[in-house]
């Protein structure tokens, strides 16, 4: 078994500590393991920087997969790296999707496993990735509220078994009473699918199929076929938009006459003001952001 370098945050409560410890103990049995406990970019470049040819196991959530995600993209190390996940965060939404155990022992013994398989990964226009999903307009504000509401009801349970996964959607029906519409153009691979005369509730570009702990936006979203699914909701009037959130957490959406769904390997979104959900990290506003598929960008290892 390769050597192992496990990556975890500074920031994790107790519960994820235990859990931790529980995943360590499978992998201790088998390989040679360095953890590595990081708080910030600074740190978290250090410990890469000594990775070497290590496989490289992030013990977190979609953040922190990100994070680690991120920082091997701008140091040009991804395409060789080798990335496992010991998923500890609390909506898991990318190694949900990937079908990684979400009990921290069963997802050691899928690295150890080591079944390595390219996957796909977003870019935009300036170098920033996107691992599992992008949104924006109401999804946007729904993960800004819906953070808030992640982090209090977090507090409520135990490990996984916890309310924090119902932020999301308690985000989307309070961004669904006050909705950001906005009149944007949507093109994919070149082709216009929305111009700006017809207003929309939210756009997402996904990589994966759910975000905020199980919310599913792009539901046939496939990390290895080279494309992201790209999801538009034209559910703007009143009753449209709640009968829409409903759906939504039904996983119906895509179904929706007022919602478009396509497929494509190149997403750019114009016009009035928007901010933007990617991995959870929001950013903006925007006037216009161009998302590219690079197919095949690392090796995640999966069951």
Same mark, same amino acid.
């Given at each position: 078994?390769?050597?192992?370098?496990?990556?975890?945050?500074?920031?994790?409560?107790?519960?994820?500590?235990?859990?931790?410890?529980? $995943?360590?103990?499978?992998?201790?049995?088998?390989?040679?393991?360095?953890?590595?406990?990081?708080?910030?970019?600074?740190?978290?470049?250090?410990?890469?920087?000594?990775?070497?040819?290590?496989?490289?196991?992030?013990?977190?959530?979609?953040?922190?997969?990100?994070?680690?995600?991120?920082?091997?993209?701008?140091?040009?190390?991804?395409?060789?790296?080798?990335?496992?996940?010991?998923?500890?965060?609390?909506?898991?939404?990318?190694?949900?999707?990937?079908?990684?155990?979400?009990?921290? $022992?069963?997802? $050691?013994?899928?690295?150890?496993?080591?079944?390595?398989?390219?996957?796909?990964?977003?870019?935009?226009?300036?170098?920033?990735?996107?691992?599992?999903?992008?949104?924006?307009?109401?999804?946007?504000?729904?993960?800004?509220?819906?953070?808030?509401?992640?982090?209090?009801?977090?507090?409520?349970?135990?490990?996984?078994?916890?309310?924090?996964?119902?932020?999301?959607?308690?985000?989307?029906?309070?961004?669904?009473?006050?909705?950001?519409?906005?009149?944007?153009?949507?093109?994919?691979?070149?082709?216009?699918?929305?111009?700006?005369?017809?207003?929309?509730?939210?756009?997402?570009?996904?990589?994966?199929?759910?975000?905020?702990?199980?919310?599913?936006?792009?539901?046939?979203?496939?990390?290895?076929?080279?494309?992201?699914?790209?999801?538009?909701?034209?559910?703007?009037?009143?009753?449209?938009?709640?009968?829409?959130?409903?759906?939504?957490?039904?996983?119906?959406?895509?179904?929706?006459?007022?919602?478009?769904?396509?497929?494509?390997?190149?997403?750019?979104?114009?016009?009035?003001?928007?901010?933007?959900?990617?991995?959870?990290?929001?950013?903006?506003?925007?006037?216009?952001?161009?998302?590219?598929?690079?197919?095949?960008?690392?090796?995640?290892?999966?069951?």
């Amino acid at each position: 078994m390769d050597p192992l370098l496990v990556i975890t945050n500074s920031g994790a409560g107790t519960a994820a500590e235990e859990n931790l410890e529980q $995943a360590l103990a499978v992998l201790r049995a088998e390989a040679s393991v360095e953890v590595a406990e990081t708080s910030g970019p600074g740190e978290l470049d250090g410990v890469l920087h000594r990775a070497g040819s290590r496989w490289i196991v992030v013990a977190g959530g979609d953040g922190s997969l990100h994070a680690v995600v991120s920082a091997l993209y701008r140091r040009n190390e991804l395409r060789d790296a080798t990335i496992g996940v010991l998923p500890l965060g609390t909506g898991n939404d990318f190694a949900r999707h990937v079908s990684i155990p979400l009990e921290p $022992a069963d997802a $050691a013994r899928v690295i150890l496993a080591g079944k390595g398989r390219p996957t796909d990964l977003i870019v935009d226009e300036v170098g920033e990735i996107v691992v599992n999903n992008v949104h924006v307009g109401a999804g946007a504000q729904a993960s800004r509220r819906g953070s808030r509401w992640k982090t209090r009801l977090g507090a409520i349970g135990v490990g996984k078994v916890n309310l924090g996964k119902l932020g999301y959607p308690i985000g989307a029906a309070l961004a669904a009473f006050r909705p950001p519409f906005r009149r944007l153009h949507v093109e994919i691979d070149g082709v216009t699918v929305n111009d700006l005369h017809q207003p929309v509730l939210m756009v997402a570009v996904g990589n994966g199929a759910t975000v905020g702990g199980g919310t599913s936006l792009t539901p046939a979203a496939d990390t290895t076929d080279g494309k992201v699914d790209v999801m538009v909701s034209r559910a703007i009037g009143p009753v449209a938009r709640f009968s829409y959130v409903a759906d939504l957490v039904r996983r119906r959406h895509a179904q929706r006459e007022d919602v478009l769904y396509h497929r494509g390997t190149r997403v750019t979104i114009s016009g009035e003001e928007f901010w933007c959900s990617a991995d959870g990290e929001i950013y903006g506003p925007e006037r216009s952001r161009s998302w590219r598929v690079e197919p095949s960008a690392y090796t995640l290892i999966v069951p």
